[in-house]
């Protein structure tokens, strides 16, 4: 089965940085993407990527400040975080698809992803 695991997470100040690691199986999938969760809400998109045409998505919360990017050679995926704020305290999930669905809506949603790992706690301190 599928393994993805997720790195990095930890205490910053608002302002500061984390680099969040994923590392799968492997990266022969559609897409892969970062979504983070807050107890008590719904788990959101933070940044998708895609190996189909569909290029990369980021939420309107972390547009320049958040960057995706792989390293096949590490067979590893990343979200480097800038310029943190409090507001993106939350658990951090990467995820991974292994074939494009065909879904209304956004394509980085959690429904068209079918592996997860645990998550990886970012607090941000104001």
């Known amino acids: 089965q599928v393994q993805v695991a997720e790195t990095g997470g930890g205490l910053v100040q608002a302002g500061g940085s984390l680099t969040l690691s994923c590392r799968p199986s492997d990266l022969s999938f559609e897409a892969m993407g970062w979504f983070r969760q807050v107890q008590g809400e719904e788990r959101e998109g933070v940044s998708c990527?895609?190996?189909?045409?569909?290029?990369?998505f980021y939420s309107d919360s972390v547009k320049g400040r958040f960057t995706i990017a792989r390293d096949n050679a590490n067979n590893t995926l990343y979200l480097q975080m800038n310029a943190l704020k409090p507001e993106d305290t939350a658990m951090y999930y990467c995820?991974?698809?292994?074939?494009?669905?065909?879904?209304?809506?956004?394509?980085?949603?959690?429904?068209?992803?079918?592996?997860w790992g645990q998550g990886t706690q970012v607090t941000v301190s104001s």
């Open positions: 995820a991974a698809a292994p074939r494009w669905k065909l879904l209304p809506g956004p394509w980085c949603q959690p429904r068209r992803f079918d592996y």
């Open positions: 990527i895609s190996w189909n045409g569909h290029g990369t």
